[in-house]
């Protein structure tokens, strides 16, 4: 029997418990507790990262990951998504970054996304937005959980744009707060809600973290308040195991044609239809680090969402996407043949 992609959803469970407590048996660490640098030691990671516009904030993300205290090796992909400031040239001079693509005009985050995986050489990717600062634990703690049917999300904390005294945007020194990220602290005025359509008599304050068990109470397709097990999986801070996404066929680059969003969700609802369970990583927090007009570009976003969503529940009533490794090779074959790679 041929499944959509929510009939799938419905039937897939999210009880991540017996991974967690075997990792802790095996590592002897607790499985939120930040990890030392010699638990990853054999296991490499790329990481990939798309970049449009983004040199405000990819210089410290650059340095926080060449801060990591981790000793598992570290193969870090940027994909310059068409930028017209000077985040290619950052990346281009940043001795943490092993391979540069540019992509000669804008094609989307999921476009930049695929490409970066296509070209990976670890098994584990770990997805992080160019303007994210991971603490240094980051890659050791996605490195020392990564499994074949695992998607690790860790979390975000906002930070206003400002710039230092002696130039660079300030990054707090402090440790980032989880209750910062909405899948921690979710807020809502109440009335219909956009992504699940749901209607809340008025004003709720919820923890989808906390309320559902890390988590694990969102299987089978359940929702709280507006949220969903897919809705969970965000990119800007993400752990994926590489043959997964190949063949549920990657990010649909469809999204970034239509507006804003939603890529990550598809992909969350793509590898949890095919069997992947989603584990949070409380201690894996970093700073988002918000563009000078980050208001401007938030509501341009807002205003192609309605786009990206429509698209996203038309997807739902598709078939699971399954054996779509040689598609996907084929789409960022062609990204990349106009494409300009530079490797160290």
Not at 33 to 54: D, E
Not at 130 to 139: S, T
Not at 162 to 191: I, Q
Request: hydrophobic share 40%; glycine share 8%.
């Amino acid at each position: 029997m041929t499944h959509t992609l929510a009939e799938a959803l419905a039937l897939r469970p999210n009880d991540h418990q017996a991974v967690r407590t075997a990792f802790e048996t095996r590592m002897g660490v607790a499985w939120h507790a930040p990890t030392a640098a010699h638990l990853a030691q054999g296991r490499p990671v790329t990481v990939v990262i798309p970049a449009r516009n983004t040199g405000h904030a990819i210089g410290p993300c650059l340095d926080a990951i060449a801060a990591q205290d981790t000793n598992g090796a570290v193969e870090v992909i940027v994909v310059d998504d068409g930028s017209s400031d000077d985040t290619a040239h950052i990346a281009a001079v940043h001795p943490a970054v092993d391979i540069l693509i540019r992509l000669p005009a804008p094609s989307g985050a999921a476009a930049a996304r695929n490409v970066g995986t296509h070209l990976a050489s670890s098994e584990t990717i770990v997805y992080l937005d160019a303007d994210m600062v991971m603490p240094p634990h980051a890659l050791a703690d996605f490195a020392a959980r990564a499994q074949e049917q695992l998607v690790l999300t860790g979390f975000r904390h906002n930070v206003p744009y400002s710039l230092r005294a002696e130039g660079g945007p300030h990054v707090p020194a402090h440790p980032a707060n989880l209750a910062a990220d909405h899948r921690v602290t979710w807020r809502s005025s109440g009335g219909r809600q956009l992504y699940s359509g749901r209607v809340l008599d008025g004003p709720v304050t919820g923890s989808p973290l906390d309320d559902t068990e890390d988590f694990q109470q969102l299987g089978y397709g359940v929702f709280y308040l507006d949220w969903d097990l897919a809705r969970t999986v965000v990119t800007a801070a993400l752990c994926v195991p590489r043959e997964a996404v190949l063949e549920v066929g990657g990010f649909d680059e469809t999204f970034g044609r239509i507006g804003w969003g939603m890529e990550d969700t598809h992909l969350g609802a793509a590898l949890i239809a095919a069997g992947c369970l989603v584990a949070p990583l409380r201690q894996t927090v970093g700073y988002h680090l918000d563009a000078p007009d980050a208001e401007e570009q938030w509501q341009t976003k807002l205003a192609g969402w309605s786009k990206t969503l429509a698209y996203y529940r038309q997807l739902l009533q598709a078939p699971v996407p399954s054996g779509r490794q040689a598609s996907f090779g084929q789409r960022t074959d062609m990204l990349l043949k106009d494409a300009r790679v530079t490797t160290r």
